[in-house]
């Protein structure tokens, strides 16, 4: 399981690119970035990548999840964001369900690498 920090850094690092490649939009919708709108995606991507150092440690998960539902909310403020959370929302929900279903396996011991080599063996022949 702790190949999976290095799934969710390298998505909560896709995340926080994509929400720096949002500044256009924030601009051209809002009112500029220098109003608090645009100061609100730089505090956002910051705090991501911030979050990206703490992954290992066992609540790291669940901030990184709490990101996204900050940036659903924040589609009052931006709705260029809000957009942005309900998509990697999607995406975290995919990757958390991905790693309770290989917790769930491994606990039952039925994941391809568990199996010894007489059982693959026995199947063959």
Known sequence: MKSFAGVAAATLLLEVLVVLLSIPVVENLGSGLATWQGVLVGVVALAMLVTCA?????WGLWVAAGLQLVLIACWVAAPALG????????????????????????????????QSTEDSADSAG
């Open 54 to 58: 703490f992954l290992r440690r066992p």
């Open 83 to 114: 957009v942005l959370g309900l998509v990697f929302g999607v995406v975290w929900a995919a990757l958390l369900w991905m790693r309770f279903d290989v917790a769930r396996r491994m606990a039952q011991g039925t994941l391809p690498s568990q």
